[in-house]
Nanobody, 122 residues
Framework: QVQLVESGGGLVQAGGSLRLSCAAS????????MGWFRQAPGKEREFVAA????????RYADSVKGRFTVSRDNAKNTAYLQMLSLKPEDTAVYYC???????????????WGQGTQVTVSS
């Protein structure tokens, strides 16, 4: 079992930046790939970014490539999502999740946090 808690969300103007954190407790954090997803009102939860257990490989949704960076610090049991050049369409609840391997598929993630709201004003 892995417990995940996101933080760092908030209200930011378009063009601004935020860094989300995902603190993990429970079973070995470093054995899991970590992913970030987001869900806007009335929309499906969608993949944003993911990183392998050792940070060596990453995957990004096309909509965030070049603006978002996913990383992790296994010594701190924490994953991060650095978001730059934010746009109003990035507004959503952001979730971190843990999976056994690097994947963009929501159903492959076994553990989820409660989410943190990111609102980008125009």
């Amino acid at each position: 079992q892995v417990q995940l808690v996101e933080s760092g969300g908030g209200l930011v103007q378009a063009g601004g930046s935020l860094r989300l954190s995902c603190a993990a407790s429970g079973r070995a954090f470093s054995s899991y790939a970590m992913g970030w997803f987001r869900q806007a009102p009335g929309k499906e939860r969608e993949f944003v970014a993911a990183v392998t257990w050792n940070g060596a490989y990453t995957r990004y949704a096309d909509s965030v490539k070049g603006r978002f960076t996913v990383s992790r610090d296994n010594a701190k049991n924490t994953a991060y999502l650095q978001m730059l050049s934010l746009k109003p369409e990035d507004t959503a609840v952001y979730y971190c999740a843990a999976a056994s391997s690097l994947t963009t598929i929501r159903e492959d993630y076994a553990y989820w946090g409660q989410g943190t709201q990111v609102t980008v004003s125009s």
